[in-house]
């Protein structure tokens, strides 16, 4: 997993760390691990341009360009008189014979391209002449390695200028930044290389790519029955949006749970259940409320007025965990229900998009991580803000990032499935923890299969999706047996 930290905490650190070693310049460590990598992991390239920008990102590059010139790479400083002269860029480089300083883009095709210009205080629209470089900078066909955070990407919100520095690779520093994670970053992060600069310190959020293995991962012996694998409930699917909740079901099963419910807000719906899925059984509402379930789902193919103030009490005072979804979640704003969930003892997990939770906390959603903070703890309630990079925020303050998935996901029923598939894993799981991370990871390796064996994310159906989920499921189990 990598270590995620918020900008200003960042800032934090090196105000720290200049405090207690005001002799040792952590721009010259880092920019001469930076060259140390180039070296190694490109030894025969020639020619490098460095985009020189006035802050500290721009130090990291002269520091490691210094360095590389001095094995023979020929270096050339791409930036302003102004910048030049304030950082006396010309008496620092005269006498090394392998750097040039110049103004206006060489007639020279790179090896690779340094992206030194705006790091993590960069907090307006960037202007001439960087927007200028960096359009041709996307142009060339060099290595584009960008220092600690490609320029133009916000590295609280990953929101991106529209002139955005788009890397092969990201150097980044200290910690890892939510932008690269979320939103608009992994457009433009290419490959992400983090260094610490050996500093210690500790961090509530991580990004991660691959499924938690563990021993929490029950792996039955062969004399079992379908109880042991858990019951889900699911209540949703109104009116024509039956089909959300047979997908929310249908996901459940192909992920292992053990028995499946499904509870349709039109009551006259019971009976069409098995005709759909045979392997699916049907309650109603309150008799489903009352089993003796192992999660809960609510909201998949709803609308907010289908939840009448005693079923939704009902709901909430469920001893067991629910995942509340869709449509029942504009409900979340009702104080009583509000004030409900967050005293419930049972785990309670939000799945919002971010329109969804826009509408809950009645602001529009531009810093996604902050979103889910204020989600999670005006309920008190797990939180999944869904999206590029989805967001997992625990009650207890510690949170996650998602790095799997694609555009394939953006399909109808998706979110459903996921559902479906986070309440068989909290069935399998003795840790709400373990089973959101490793079912949100696998939904979308899921669609990164897809892109593998179809060399593209177009058109992939929920049908597809199922199974692809539970090729990932079984291969997680199968690794717990070795």
């Known amino acids: 997993m990598t270590p995620i930290l918020r900008k200003n905490t960042i800032r934090q650190i090196e105000q720290n760390f200049l405090l207690t070693n005001p002799a040792i310049d952590l721009t010259q460590i880092a920019g001469h691990h930076l060259a140390q990598y180039i070296a190694t ?76 210009l705006f790091g993590i205080g960069l907090n307006k629209e960037l202007q001439y002449p960087y927007t200028g470089w960096i359009k041709h900078a996307n142009s060339e066909v060099s290595h584009k390695i960008a220092i600690d ?16 520095f788009n890397s092969d690779t990201t150097y980044t520093l200290i910690s890892g930044k939510i932008g690269l994670f979320t939103n608009d970053g992994p457009d433009f992060v290419g490959q992400i290389i983090l260094d610490k600069l050996n500093l210690d310190y500790s961090a509530a959020g991580y990004a991660y790519n691959q499924p938690i ?95 009448q103030d005693s079923l939704l009490e009902a709901i909430t005072q469920a001893p067991y965990p629910i995942i509340l979804d869709a449509g029942v979640l504009d409900n979340l704003t009702i104080p009583k229900i509000r004030d409900i969930i967050k005293s419930r003892s049972s785990p309670t997990i939000l799945t919002p998009h971010p329109g969804e939770a826009s509408r809950l906390l009645g602001y529009p959603i531009t810093d996604r991580f902050s979103a889910a903070q ?17 967001i997992i925020y625990a009650p207890d303050g510690r949170w996650w990032i998602n790095q799997t998935g694609n555009s394939a996901l953006s ?55 199922i199974k692809f989920i539970r090729l990932q499921l079984n291969k997680l189990q199968s690794s717990n047996f070795e």
């Open 149 to 164: 955070i490609p320029t133009g990407v916000d590295a609280d919100t990953g929101m991106a200028d529209a002139y955005t």
């Open 41 to 116: 992991k490109f030894k025969k390239y020639s020619t490098i341009l460095l985009l020189l920008g006035p802050g500290a990102k721009g130090l990291d590059g002269i520091h490691a360009v210094e360095k590389l010139s001095a094995i023979s790479m020929k270096i050339w400083i791409l930036t302003t008189q102004q910048i030049s002269n304030s950082r006396c860029l010309s008496e620092r480089v005269k006498n090394i014979e392998n750097i040039k300083i110049v103004y206006e883009w060489p007639n020279i095709q790179f090896d690779l391209i340094i992206d030194g």
């Open 411 to 465: 399909i109808p029923g998706s979110g459903d499935i996921l559902c479906g598939v986070i309440a068989s894993l909290i069935t399998r799981f003795n840790s709400v923890e373990l089973a959101l991370l490793n079912a949100i990871n696998i939904h979308g390796q899921a669609g990164d299969s897809f892109q593998k064996m179809y060399l593209g994310t177009i058109g992939m159906t929920h049908s597809e999706l």
């Open 374 to 390: 204020d989600l999670s703890q005006s309920y008190n309630s797990w939180v999944i803000l869904k999206g590029q990079g989805t």
């Open 213 to 307: 293995y563990s021993t929490y991962f029950h792996t039955f012996k062969k004399n079992t029955h379908k109880t042991i694998y858990g019951d889900v409930g699911i209540i949703g699917g109104a009116n024509n949006m039956l089909g959300a909740l047979l997908l929310a079901g249908d996901a459940a099963l192909h992920s292992g749970a053990g028995r499946v419910w499904l509870s349709p807000i039109e009551q006259n719906h019971l009976q069409t259940i098995p005709i759909f899925n045979p392997q699916l059984m049907s309650k109603n509402s309150n008799e489903l409320i009352a089993s003796h379930l192992d999660c809960l789902i609510v909201g998949p193919g709803s609308n907010a007025d289908n939840y």
